[in-house]
């Protein structure tokens, strides 16, 4: 089965702080995706990678960053926390562009005050 | 903005009783398909159906796709209450990025 892990489950940041989410994926696939989840706005595409050291721009890029330096590993930065960041972060796999299918991890629920 | 579009945004339904949740989309599609969270999880993948194809079954799950009509839907049948969950349609534009697109999701109670 493929796995997905994400290094926490709750997290509670400081308004200007950094923040790095990781994520990482033991199937060896090639791409990978952060999303942000907000009731009433559903999942909405933060950043992806096709391949290592690569990256797209998702819909709402503001404000992260992102770093794919190893293929199993996808990090999700927040240069500067800001309130409006407070989310549920969800990060998933895929296996390759010609595949559809993608594995979630359990996310991480980001509280910024 | 959204491409798939899920109603109702609520479901509480019985065990045992069928569910169906129907998702509705703007843009031609290469393929459609329905995830699954349970509460405060990650999604889950449940099926894929693609645009040439009308059904698709597996296990207690039934999907329709009407392309002429830019909808689909999910039925899942003798619901139990492990069932009890959000249901979220996701689209792969034609054409398009390969990134899919998710609507904001039907939320299923089945009542034991």
């Known amino acids: 089965d493929v796995k997905v892990t994400q290094s926490s489950r709750y997290l509670v940041k400081r308004t200007g702080e950094k923040v790095f989410l990781e994520c990482v994926q033991d199937?060896?696939?090639?791409?990978m995706f952060w999303y942000r989840q907000d009731p009433g706005l559903g999942l909405r595409l933060i950043y992806f990678?096709?391949?290592?050291?690569?990256?797209e721009k998702g819909d709402i890029p503001e404000g992260y960053s992102v770093s794919r330096e190893k293929k199993e590993r996808f990090s999700l930065i927040l240069e500067s926390a800001s309130t409006n960041q407070t989310s549920m972060y969800l990060c998933?796999?895929?296996?390759?562009?010609?595949?559809?299918?993608?594995?979630f991890g359990p996310g991480t629920r980001l509280t910024v005050t | 903005s959204q491409q798939g579009e899920e109603d109702p945004q609520a479901l509480s339904i019985q065990e045992g009783e069928n569910a169906t949740m129907n998702c509705s989309y703007k843009?031609?599609?290469?393929?459609l398909q329905w995830y699954r969270q349970n509460s405060g999880r990650g999604l889950v993948h449940l099926i894929l159906?693609?645009?040439?194809?009308r059904e698709k079954h597996s296990g207690r799950l039934r999907v329709t796709l009407d392309t002429s009509k830019k909808s689909s839907s999910l039925l899942i049948t003798a619901s139990r209450a492990a069932d009890t969950a959000s249901y979220f349609c996701?689209?792969?534009?034609?054409?398009?990025?390969?990134?899919?697109?998710f609507g904001k999701g039907t939320k299923l109670t089945v009542n034991p």
């Open positions: 998933a796999s895929r296996r390759s562009k010609s595949t559809y299918e993608q594995y």
């Open positions: 199937m060896d696939h090639e791409n």
């Open positions: 990678s096709y391949d290592v050291k690569m990256k």
């Open positions: 843009t031609s599609i290469n393929n």
């Open positions: 159906i693609r645009s040439n194809e």
């Open positions: 996701a689209t792969k534009q034609q054409g398009g990025s390969e990134k899919l697109v």
